[in-house]
């Protein structure tokens, strides 16, 4: 019974592991190259008023929508 608890908390964990989007990650040349990085890049220069919330959304669709660019990164 233990084990089978211990086995049941851990896949979780082990599924999460293997996600290419579960930390930032940039490009050699500081630009972001999963979602993760890219949707909070695009959120801080929203906020610091670089860009509209109509160009930053479109923006966020086009690299990380359904069809994105920076899935599976």
Not at 30 to 55: F, H, M
């Amino acid at each position: 019974m233990k084990i089978l608890f211990l086995v049941m908390l851990a896949l979780p964990i082990l599924a999460c592991s293997n996600d290419p989007n579960s930390e930032p990650k940039y490009g050699d040349s500081g630009l972001p190259a999963n979602c993760k990085a890219y949707i909070q890049v695009s959120v801080d220069a929203w906020r610091a008023g670089q860009y509209e919330t109509e160009e930053t959304m479109n923006a966020i669709e086009r690299n990380c929508g359904t069809y994105g660019d920076l899935w599976n990164e």
